[in-house]
């Protein structure tokens, strides 16, 4: 009985004593807490990915609003709601204006497209031939045809396409209406964050909240910078070939550079089929254009403006939408880069600084227990 109540107190005594085993138990316990919290964290983020994406999207809508709202406040004598209505109205006018000038011109083209495109099947089915992997191709072409007509295939595609198209507009009305809430009135929706810290805590919450915000509208800018400069590039480039609409292809290449990697390659496919009777030389130069202007967007162009604007390594940059686009698909390559440089600024103000730094300096109560033990 003496030695079951010994080890029973020996047993309390090692787990809570301060030197027989407990705070090794403890650091344990809370690093077995903590992966399982990380895990469960990822598997909600995973399951939740997509709704998440378009709550981000929101928001970078919100802080571009916001932030055309304050230079349109700081420059006119309107107030905050009476700029930012002047910049969603321009916004939209400027929307329309643009489809009611460039409408004309791109049904025209778009119907001649079709009238030709007879022609133009005909044209590359006869320069395929001329190859052996061609021609294999070709004879498979039938039976491809013949299941693509059948009933069933043809609804089901249709359903598919109407369901992805209305799954689209959907969703460009929930992230218009949350960037229109988040723009109108911000700081309801900063102070309810940061209520949710502790009260000695919520000057670096809002101090933290406030850089993020900063690196989100930086970003924005330089994606627009790069947007224009591929655009402008894109227009005067399809212009000296000779493609029509070129200031129209060059307005949709600026706006598709928004998507990393897709969006150039989609961009490139109006100008190619417009192209695409004239011969072989105007496809040539029209991909090369289109190669050459990737080229220095992809190399030049958007890592000088990143590393400018938010200080995200290109290698960071590239690694992430690698990871994000496997991980969440489309959304999440858009967004690889603001997240990423999200990411980085929560991980050195809040795991750097506030963590590592700061323990690594010694308080007073430690530099006196050190003395202490020294004598």
């Known amino acids: 009985m003496r030695q ?12 809570y004593s301060g030197r027989a085993g407990g705070p090794d138990f403890l650091r344990r316990t809370a ?23 378009i709550l981000f999207a929101g928001i970078l809508l919100g802080v571009f609003l916001r932030s055309l709202g304050d230079w349109a406040e700081r420059h006119t004598p309107l107030g905050s709601g009476g ?35 007879p022609e133009i099947v005909r044209q590359l089915g006869a320069r395929i031939e001329g190859y052996e992997w061609g021609r294999r191709m070709l004879s498979q072409l039938p039976g491809a045809a013949e299941r693509f ?41 900063l102070n309810g964050i940061v209520r949710l810290v502790p009260v000695d805590l919520r000057p670096r919450a809002r101090e933290l909240l406030g850089e993020l915000g900063e690196t989100l509208r930086w970003w924005l800018i330089g994606r627009m910078i790069a ?37 150039p390659i989609l961009s490139a496919v ?28 992809s190399y030049l162009l958007t ?37 990423s440089a999200l990411a980085l600024i929560v991980i050195k103000r ?5 963590l590592l730094e700061t323990s690594a300096v010694p308080s007073d109560e430690g530099r006196r227990a050190g003395r202490s033990r020294g004598r």
């Not at 809040?350 to 506030?354: A, G, N, Q, R, V």
């Open 149 to 189: 007509a059948r009933p069933g295939n043809i609804l089901s595609r249709a359903t598919g396409a109407f369901s992805t198209a209305f799954g689209l507009i959907a969703n460009l009305v929930i992230i218009s209406f949350i960037g229109l809430y988040l723009a109108i009135n911000p700081a309801l929706y």
């Open 83 to 117: 700029s930012l209505a002047l910049v969603v109205s321009a916004l939209l006018g400027l929307i329309g204006l643009a489809g009611w000038y460039l409408a004309p011109d791109v049904a025209t083209q778009i119907d001649q497209l079709i009238q030709s495109l």
């Open 270 to 297: 109006p100008p190619l089929l417009m192209v695409s009777t004239g011969g072989m030389t105007k496809i040539f130069y029209v991909v090369l254009l289109y190669l050459a202007i990737q080229t220095i967007e």
């Open 303 to 339: 890592p000088l403006v990143t590393e400018k604007t938010i200080s995200l390594p290109p290698a960071l940059t590239l690694a992430a939408q690698v990871l994000l686009g496997i991980l969440l698909g489309p959304l999440g390559l858009i967004f690889a880069s603001p997240i």
């Open 4 to 15: 079951r109540a010994g080890l029973q107190r020996h047993t309390r005594f090692s787990l």
């Open 227 to 263: 947007m224009g400069v591929i655009g402008l590039l894109t227009a005067v480039g399809l212009w000296l070939i000779g493609v029509p609409l070129a200031l129209t292809l060059g307005l949709l290449a600026g706006i598709l550079n928004f998507i990393p990697y897709l969006g």
């Open 31 to 53: 690093a077995a807490a903590g992966i399982v919290a990380a895990i469960f964290l990822l598997l909600l983020i995973r399951s939740t990915a997509q709704v998440l994406l």
């Open 350 to 354: 809040l795991y750097i600084e506030d």
